[in-house]
């Protein structure tokens, strides 16, 4: 069944790349929760992952969190195993959360289908925006619609975003057989 917008989050507890748990209340004290399901192969994933660490940056002090939740099955993509994972976060420097869904339960809760693909939830983490960051993952300087900077910006005057769906382009979440 889809997450429709109005739905709550759904809760979690997940390892994360810097050795730390992770549960939805851990960020119970921001008023923007943004889960974006990601990996580490994915060429749409990597052409976001400096625009994800630029919106964390941006909105960090604006009561924001973005976390990235990594739910691909690792036999066929060993590339997404946790420890890549945390390497991967090091190198690039990470300023967010990057979890580990290994038994993709936090995918299906959230009927997750593709990386990357964004779930944005307001103070009291009601969905209300989903899909992707911006309408050219090729060109950052031709991009002309920033969908979850407008979804922030209007969750943090109190607005519902301008679009609350926008359909996710990215590679399907390798589920396990």
Excluded at 12 to 24: C, H, I, M, V
Excluded at 138 to 166: I, S
Aim: charged share 30%; with cysteine.
């Amino acid at each position: 069944m889809k997450l429709k917008i109005g739905s709550k989050a759904p809760d979690f507890n997940l390892p994360g790349a810097d050795g730390k748990s992770y549960t939805l209340d851990s960020f119970k004290d921001k008023a923007i929760l943004a889960i974006v399901f990601s990996c580490n192969h994915c060429p749409y994933v990597q052409a976001y992952e400096s625009r994800m660490m630029d919106i964390q940056r941006d909105y960090a002090d604006r009561d924001t969190q973005l976390v990235a939740i990594n739910s691909n099955e690792t036999k066929n993509y060993p590339e997404d195993s946790f420890e890549k994972m945390a390497r991967r976060a090091k190198e690039k420097r990470y300023n967010f959360p990057y979890l580990r869904d290994e038994d993709q339960s936090v995918a299906h809760a959230y009927d997750a289908a593709c990386t990357p693909e964004f779930f944005v939830f307001d103070k009291k983490r009601q969905l209300q925006y989903h899909g992707r960051l911006d309408d050219n993952h090729e060109n950052p300087a031709q991009v002309t619609k920033r969908y979850l900077r407008d979804a922030f910006e209007a969750l943090l005057m109190g607005k519902m975003p301008p679009l609350q769906e926008v359909h996710p382009i990215g590679c399907s979440i390798k589920w396990s057989r």
